[in-house]
């Protein structure tokens, strides 16, 4: 017999986790519902058409396909190729984010769906990365997607759900960076060669990992001279307060009608009156995230810099994603937590609450078949208030049955023993403590397991 | 372009239809967790050689198996025929039902859980079904068990769990049936032929569906002569209360150990001291349910009469589940919940609650740029207080924004016009009665959305 195993860059969650894990997506949850965010679930197969070409080249080969069912040898003896032979053989796959499958909901729906339509989505997404530390190849993303709204107050809620949820994680010092795609938009036509604006935002994007003469180096290398490479450095030198970047942002970007329009939807962003943030978002100008996708925003959430984690979130604004299945013109923008790295975080800084470790409260003890009724009886009771109770499944040492309590972690032991049960009482012992005291039955509900 | 689909078989939820599963999932869970089970959440993909034979010939056609990346052109043309093109290109598959990954994991794991395990499990499961009404490529399962256990109180416990479940659903007329194996098992000694309890069960298992006549047929295609037939008929026509059927039973099964053994188990769990029950179990002696997995306990729960949708969760004791993966004598006993016919029974029976429709409570008009942070701030104050609330998203007509919130089922829009603002009011209007009045901003947070 072989020893069992799990596919390479997938887990199992045990309950411990599984516990910490819902804690985050609770939260999560709870402050788009909060915000008139509405949940959506797709399928985790998707028509192979509906993903393929969606990703880049090397996106496509990453994702999971489902081979048909039936008689496929004679379709597999038609490949030329590996790539051949996956579109031959599988007409479905395992999707890949949350966004395509979105804009095709929206696509399918869009007489039925009353527009803004503000969507969230936590599931599992899927990609054949090799996996490494942090990169699995089953995962949650969680998103909060508003489309049908060029309204900039929706970016203004999108990053105050992000001030909010890592308000309430307690997670301090996590900091709110945002840019907007008009604006190193205009950065290219500053260098005059606005073809090459990938080339320049991949490049200064690693500035924190690369340094100043990693970016030099990088951008020689994609086709910039020496004195479009000095005006790129000038202008991701700029520093300041916000409001300060944007005067020297207004100045710099001049001649450009989409830089300042992008330093425009940024200021009004900034300086919104509408409402306040416990970290007040700053501008980072080398920020720039799958670039080709933003046209307005862009976001990004680093954790506390303590942790060395990097970023936790991030989002923008995209003009056309329904464009791709048939329906274009409907603006969105969007923000995705990562909740791995979140929990991470908050292992790492010891910020999971006790009740988000905690399941059963307490465990009867089986003190025997003659007192069994009362203690279940006084168990019931329990349960029915919410308290999550348990009786010990069989009359075994009394020993063994605080054994299992404790390493299933349960705080409190209850005991109806001959004398409880004559007394009409219930003995409660605190297992973190070692301290035991006498409650009345009719009292056990309202005691603080 | 190709107009958007998704895989038949698979099904988008909008956010009303998620809004009532989780109102179905949550209580089941909340009804889990009191009883001190535990979460446990396994990847969607196992490996193919775990899922492999597990489900018999026909259910190894229908696991979705993913096709390997890399370069697998080769591998394809070594295969003779379709199955075995499955197997050389597929190293992995998703998961067919919940019990399988569930045995897996605790062989994996039995070092370090501590048992008795009460674990349950809320997720998608995958089989290539042929797509009909109610039965689907993808949906849930919902299951609880027990591993490391033979006490019968776990018995007693999870059709505890079933009554309350059903009971806080609301949905009366549900009825708790069981059986037991080894009953079953004693009737084919009865007849003399213990070979063919598969194919006396399986017969008899229908006797709902096509009648005597059709139980007689079957039972004589599957080489039982008509002397056997007529001791099953009259076996399965035993009639009364649970106590004068279990009477009976010890009568006719008296030559039969584990017939007796059987009845034993069955009258311990329902003659139980412990705990009564909102619908008492009702013995079924046809009740069989895969009988290949059960060993002891047979459940199943029939939803309402009225309804026609038969079993809504099933269940009962299996002796040698992990044994499939190396490790013996660990008996266990667990139910399962069906999801989708339990939203369907609600639906009919209109049992939904109001809340697990309802999202946003509030929306404020967007009375334009001057009293918009008013309006945001009180908006905000509403979240705080975990009232989800929205603003709209422009300056709109005001009957554009009134019909946005009545297509949307908000029940409640809040204006703060120059007057509200004079006056730090707000008007709020029932959009279902057309009520409107001013409520005092402080006092909004209490008002009764």
Chains 1, 2 share one sequence.
């Not at 190729?81 to 095709?104: M, N």
């Not at 720039?288 to 990004?300: H, S």
């Not at 937590?337 to 292992?347: A, H, N, P, S």
Request: hydrophobic share 40%; with cysteine; glycine share 10%.
């Amino acid at each position: 017999m072989v020893k069992p195993s799990i596919p390479k860059g997938t887990r199992d969650f045990g309950p411990a986790v599984v516990r910490k894990r819902n804690y985050i997506l609770q939260t999560i949850r709870g402050v788009f519902e909060v915000f008139g965010f509405q949940p959506l679930e797709t399928p985790a197969m998707e028509n192979l058409t509906t993903l393929n070409g969606k990703y880049g080249e090397e996106g496509d080969k990453l994702i999971f396909k489902i081979l048909d069912n039936g008689d496929i040898l004679g379709r597999a003896q038609q490949a030329k190729d590996s790539r051949e032979l996956g579109v031959l053989l599988c007409e479905k796959a395992l999707k890949y984010d949350l966004t395509i499958p979105f804009a095709r909901y929206v696509v399918m729906n869009q007489h039925e769906i009353t527009f803004p339509f503000k969507r969230y989505q936590i599931q599992p997404v899927w990609r054949g990365d090799r996996p490494a530390k942090g990169r699995y190849r089953e995962f949650y993303q969680c998103d909060a997607d508003v489309v049908g709204s060029n309204s900039l107050m929706n970016e203004v809620e999108l990053l105050k759900i992000y001030d909010t949820v890592f308000t309430k994680l307690g997670m301090h010092g996590y900091q709110l960076r945002v840019n907007n795609r008009k604006i190193l938009g205009g950065l290219a036509e500053l260098v005059g060669k606005p073809e090459l604006i990938t080339d320049i935002t991949i490049s200064i994007d690693k500035l924190d990992k690369i340094g100043e003469d990693g970016v030099t180096k990088e951008l020689l290398e994609r086709g910039l001279n020496e004195a479009d490479v000095k005006v790129i450095l000038d202008f991701i030198a700029i520093k300041g307060s916000n409001n300060e970047i944007l005067e020297q942002l207004k100045e710099v970007l001049k001649q450009s009608a989409t830089g300042l329009k992008g330093v425009e939807e940024l200021s009004t962003v900034l300086n919104t009156q509408l409402t306040s943030f416990n970290s007040t978002p700053i501008i980072d100008l080398t920020l720039a995230r799958g670039l080709n996708y933003y046209t307005g925003m862009i976001i990004e959430v680093k954790a506390p810099e303590t942790v060395k984690m990097g970023s936790i979130g991030g989002g923008g604004r995209y003009d056309d994603l329904t464009g791709l299945f048939g329906l274009p013109g409907v603006s969105g923008v969007g923000i995705s937590f990562g909740v791995d790295r979140i929990y991470d975080v908050l292992e790492e800084l010891q910020l999971f609450p006790a009740t988000a470790q905690q399941s059963t409260k307490v465990m009867f003890i089986h003190t025997g078949e003659e007192n069994l009724a009362t203690a279940f009886n006084h168990m019931m009771n329990l349960r029915e208030q919410g308290i999550a109770a348990e009786i010990y499944h069989e009359n075994a040492k009394m020993d063994k049955q605080f054994k299992y309590a404790d390493k299933r972690g349960i705080p409190y032991v209850a005991i109806v023993g001959d004398s409880e049960k004559a007394e009409g009482n219930v003995s409660v012992k605190n297992l973190v403590t070692g301290q035991q005291e006498k409650v009345a039955a009719a009292d056990l509900a309202s005691f603080q397991f």
